[in-house]
């Protein structure tokens, strides 16, 4: 099974629509983060977690909110959807400590298309 | 801020052959980590090789090595005996030291591997 898993794997809404993506891990890791991969721009973060009570913007937070259920599970949520959101979502972890702190390990993606 | 460059978009080669992919980064930092991920058609990122800049010696992986040279802020990837699944999106990424969240991307390069 796959340490981290992404609900849904594609999605298709239409503007103004409330969408919830799911990330869950089994990796143990209590550093969560969500990017956005637009063609040409690679990965660009989103929102990161460093534990449950810990939630902070990254570079491109407007528009999207998240929510921290779990160790295991991190969510991001677009409250009302716009065309240009429409893009490849990555779920992220990585652990707290120890030598590979800064190695973070991908989900298998969200691509999500706002009509 | 930092920044990370890949000065080429697209690459091929030959199967069984080598190439050399570029990647150069820009930090005041002197404690960081620098990391290729692979990305498929199937979507997933998928992490290659990872260097920790207080290493002098380069990273290897299989059949990936990579070329740190740290004066020049100069970080390549070498595939060696190149095989048909090594055909992707490869990224180059930076992260500061310090368990840092942000994981800087370049824009990728793609490569075709000919068979």
């Known amino acids: 099974d796959a340490d981290v898993t992404q609900t849904p794997r594609n999605r298709i809404t239409k503007t103004g629509k409330r969408i919830m993506l799911e990330c869950s891990q089994t990796k143990g890791h209590d550093r969560m983060y969500w990017y956005r991969q637009d063609p040409g721009l690679g990965l660009r973060l989103i929102y990161y977690s460093f534990d449950v009570k810990d939630i902070n913007k990254g570079e491109i937070s407007d528009g999207y909110s998240v929510s921290r259920q779990a160790q295991a599970k991190f969510s991001l949520s677009l409250e009302s959807a716009i065309p240009n959101q429409t893009a490849l979502y990555f779920c992220?972890?990585?652990?707290?400590?120890?030598?590979?702190?800064?190695?973070?390990?991908f989900g298998p993606g969200t691509r999500l298309l706002v009509l | 801020a930092q920044t990370v460059t890949q000065s080429q978009p697209e690459m091929s080669v030959q199967e069984a052959e080598t190439v050399t992919l570029s990647c150069t980064y820009d930090t005041s930092e002197s404690d960081y980590y620098l990391f290729w991920y692979k990305q498929p058609p199937s979507r997933q990122m998928i992490l290659v090789i990872r260097?920790?800049?207080?290493?002098?010696q380069n990273a290897t992986e299989n059949r990936f090595s990579v070329n740190f040279q740290k004066a020049a802020k100069s970080f390549s990837l070498k595939i060696s005996d190149s095989q048909l699944g090594d055909a992707a999106m490869y990224f180059c990424?930076?992260?500061?030291?310090?368990?840092?969240?942000?994981?800087?991307f370049g824009k990728g390069t793609k490569l075709s591997v000919i068979p």
């Open positions: 260097q920790e800049a207080y290493k002098q």
């Open positions: 992220a972890t990585s652990d707290r400590q120890g030598d590979i702190q800064e190695t973070q390990y």
């Open positions: 990424a930076w992260n500061s030291g310090a368990g840092s969240y942000q994981l800087t």
